[in-house]
């Protein structure tokens, strides 16, 4: 236990309180080998999502995300009678594993931690999209281990989470001052490395620098998703004329945003051979024949869809079929490890031939080494995006808008 003897020379240095959970958490994902490691705090009827770390996952989580307990993707993990450690939650969910914030769940270890004061905090653990079954109380032990370290590190008082939650006077400086930057991962071609894409990104920064999920997170508190997402794709598209005709430009559109009535207007003077609509659906959509009447006429005129986050959340097969995206973009989930990892080869393997049965266009999100690069590109992946090629950077650094500032 390395990782272990590394928190508790950190706790002995006198290291932040910060530091301490943030190494703590660290500690726990890996030595379990899980996909996100928690501190989930309790306040009264409901469940704050305190810290997490969870690489090639952050996007789908956002400190401060809350959600009634009883009613909650995972409330019954609360009760008293509900076991700690679960090596395959399809045991305990007749068959299906259940979704915890948009993620699914197949793998779940949960301790009680308290407070620095003594007082009952909330819960410290972490868990995997898929069941592993070498889990065992060894494991849990380790976990409560951790998360007594950790108790002199939490400190007392309600509402600590506050501070990494979004209000809506940020949301509305945010939004009135256009304070945000956008940004571009670039997409290439698996087998020669050239770019064939950008997806635009966005940097959301006030007087400090603010995770996009949980700005996204705030304005769908207050049913402003719509805005916030037509304001960035129109600053987006300001961009296109700029890129090269064989280079495309994926932005990202939520479901709600789509059927908004002035979502449209936006594209109303776009070229659209180099445009890609990617759909983020982190919702379940209930009429999807409405989805693809709204996105037709856009479609009609050339712009390319991508469906996103294959294998994550309600982005499943069914969404595939409905849509026939041009594009589809497999998950970090998915990616992560992919050349250790039969099941996970087995899946983009089948993917692949549906690509190619359908004519679309495979995109592996999240590449971070080489072995999954080489991988992906043997199964037949064509395309590819993550830090072993390029983090994001800005996209005024790659073209400038005609006539205007970057």
């Given at each position: 236990m390395t990782d272990l003897f590394a928190?508790?020379?950190?706790?002995?240095a006198g290291a932040s309180d910060d530091d301490v959970i943030g190494q703590a958490l660290r500690t726990i994902r890996q030595h379990l080998g899980m996909a996100i490691s928690f501190l989930v705090e309790r306040d009264q009827a409901d469940a704050v999502l305190r810290v997490?770390?969870?690489?090639?996952?952050?996007r789908h989580l956002s400190v401060g995300a809350r959600w009634t307990i009883d009613v909650g993707d995972i409330g019954p993990v609360w009760g008293a009678d509900h076991p700690q450690l679960i090596a395959d939650m399809r045991k305990t969910n007749a068959g299906e594993r259940p979704n915890w914030l948009g993620l699914p769940v197949g793998a779940w270890i949960a301790v009680?931690?308290?407070?620095a004061d003594g007082a009952q905090f909330g819960l410290f653990g972490a868990l995997s999209p898929?069941?592993?079954?070498?889990?065992?109380?060894?494991?849990?032990?380790?976990?409560q281990s951790v998360a007594g370290l950790l108790e002199k590190h939490i400190q007392p008082g309600p509402g600590d989470h506050d501070a990494h939650r979004v209000s809506p006077t940020v949301l509305d400086e945010i939004m009135s001052g256009a304070k945000y930057?956008?940004?571009?991962?670039?997409?290439?071609?698996?087998?020669r490395g050239q770019v064939q894409g950008y997806e635009a990104l966005c940097r959301f920064e006030t007087d400090r620098i603010w995770d996009a999920a949980a700005v996204f997170a705030a304005a769908a508190r207050v049913h402003r998703t719509a805005e916030l997402e037509q304001q960035i794709i129109a600053r987006a598209l300001r961009y296109l004329s700029g890129l090269p005709s064989d280079i495309y430009l994926s932005i990202n559109a939520s479901?709600?945003?789509?059927?908004?009535?002035?979502?449209s207007a936006l594209f109303d003077e776009v070229h659209f051979s180099n445009l890609v609509l990617e759909i983020t659906e982190h919702r379940a959509v209930d009429d999807y024949d409405a989805l693809l009447a709204r996105l037709a006429p856009l479609r009609q005129a050339g712009m390319r869809l991508?469906?996103?986050?294959?294998?994550?959340?309600?982005s499943g097969l069914h969404q595939i079929l409905a849509l026939s995206?041009?594009?589809?973009?497999?998950?970090r989930a998915l990616v992560a490890g992919i050349d250790a990892d039969a099941a996970k080869r087995a899946m983009c393997a089948a993917m692949v031939h549906y690509a190619t049965e359908t004519g679309a266009t495979l995109v592996a999100e999240g590449i971070e080494t080489v072995a999954e690069h080489r991988c992906l590109r043997d199964l037949g992946v064509a395309r590819g995006q993550g830090y072993l090629f390029a983090h994001p950077r800005p996209l005024a650094d790659l073209m400038v808008p005609p006539g205007s500032a970057a």
């Amino acid at each position: 236990m390395t990782d272990l003897f590394a928190l508790q020379a950190l706790r002995a240095a006198g290291a932040s309180d910060d530091d301490v959970i943030g190494q703590a958490l660290r500690t726990i994902r890996q030595h379990l080998g899980m996909a996100i490691s928690f501190l989930v705090e309790r306040d009264q009827a409901d469940a704050v999502l305190r810290v997490f770390d969870a690489p090639g996952h952050g996007r789908h989580l956002s400190v401060g995300a809350r959600w009634t307990i009883d009613v909650g993707d995972i409330g019954p993990v609360w009760g008293a009678d509900h076991p700690q450690l679960i090596a395959d939650m399809r045991k305990t969910n007749a068959g299906e594993r259940p979704n915890w914030l948009g993620l699914p769940v197949g793998a779940w270890i949960a301790v009680p931690v308290a407070r620095a004061d003594g007082a009952q905090f909330g819960l410290f653990g972490a868990l995997s999209p898929d069941p592993d079954l070498s889990l065992n109380m060894r494991d849990m032990k380790v976990a409560q281990s951790v998360a007594g370290l950790l108790e002199k590190h939490i400190q007392p008082g309600p509402g600590d989470h506050d501070a990494h939650r979004v209000s809506p006077t940020v949301l509305d400086e945010i939004m009135s001052g256009a304070k945000y930057h956008l940004q571009a991962q670039p997409i290439v071609a698996l087998d020669r490395g050239q770019v064939q894409g950008y997806e635009a990104l966005c940097r959301f920064e006030t007087d400090r620098i603010w995770d996009a999920a949980a700005v996204f997170a705030a304005a769908a508190r207050v049913h402003r998703t719509a805005e916030l997402e037509q304001q960035i794709i129109a600053r987006a598209l300001r961009y296109l004329s700029g890129l090269p005709s064989d280079i495309y430009l994926s932005i990202n559109a939520s479901p709600e945003t789509v059927f908004n009535p002035g979502f449209s207007a936006l594209f109303d003077e776009v070229h659209f051979s180099n445009l890609v609509l990617e759909i983020t659906e982190h919702r379940a959509v209930d009429d999807y024949d409405a989805l693809l009447a709204r996105l037709a006429p856009l479609r009609q005129a050339g712009m390319r869809l991508a469906v996103d986050d294959t294998g994550m959340g309600h982005s499943g097969l069914h969404q595939i079929l409905a849509l026939s995206p041009d594009l589809i973009k497999l998950d970090r989930a998915l990616v992560a490890g992919i050349d250790a990892d039969a099941a996970k080869r087995a899946m983009c393997a089948a993917m692949v031939h549906y690509a190619t049965e359908t004519g679309a266009t495979l995109v592996a999100e999240g590449i971070e080494t080489v072995a999954e690069h080489r991988c992906l590109r043997d199964l037949g992946v064509a395309r590819g995006q993550g830090y072993l090629f390029a983090h994001p950077r800005p996209l005024a650094d790659l073209m400038v808008p005609p006539g205007s500032a970057a």
